[in-house]
């Protein structure tokens, strides 16, 4: 169970540059259904990492991916009315390369988007969204790069 979990969940998330773009997905389902975000869900049992991420990507994007370091981990809480946590996941996003596939929506996207990174306000991003792509632009070691939002 997704919602109101007795523990967190852990994800996983990929940041993958193709041309100079970086490939969003909007999310189909909760939590941020209807809203654009890094490609990734949660680890199965007794699946690596790195093996979670190749597949969430190909599973929502339709690339396949080589897998390389860790950019980011961090706490998604989300909170309902009630003040009670409704979703945590532990998040671990990492740098993918695309070595194949087609870009298109898979099962738990409804759309996806090559999108520039100066222009990332457009998809209404989260901050922590947008914060992880700058680091992974740098990780990457490409010249100046994205900035990260403050706040949404």
Request: proline share 8%; hydrophobic share 45%.
């Amino acid at each position: 169970m997704r919602a109101y979990p007795a523990r967190p969940i852990v994800g996983v998330g990929a940041v993958v540059f193709v041309d100079g773009r970086v490939v969003l997905v909007r999310r189909r389902h909760p939590p941020l259904a209807g809203e654009w975000s890094l490609p990734g869900g949660a680890l199965e049992l007794g699946e690596a990492l790195a093996a979670g991420v190749a597949r969430e990507v190909l599973e929502e994007t339709g690339l396949a991916v080589e897998t390389g370091p860790i950019v980011e981990v961090l706490d998604r809480v989300l909170l309902d009315a009630r003040g009670r946590v409704q979703y945590h996941y532990v998040l671990v996003d990492y740098l993918c390369r695309a070595v194949g596939g087609r870009l298109a929506p898979g099962s738990d996207a409804s759309d996806v988007a090559l999108a520039d990174p100066a222009d990332l306000a457009a998809y209404d991003l989260t901050p922590e969204a947008a914060a992880v792509i700058a680091k992974a632009w740098r990780v990457d070691g490409r010249p100046g790069g994205p900035e990260a939002p403050a706040s949404r």
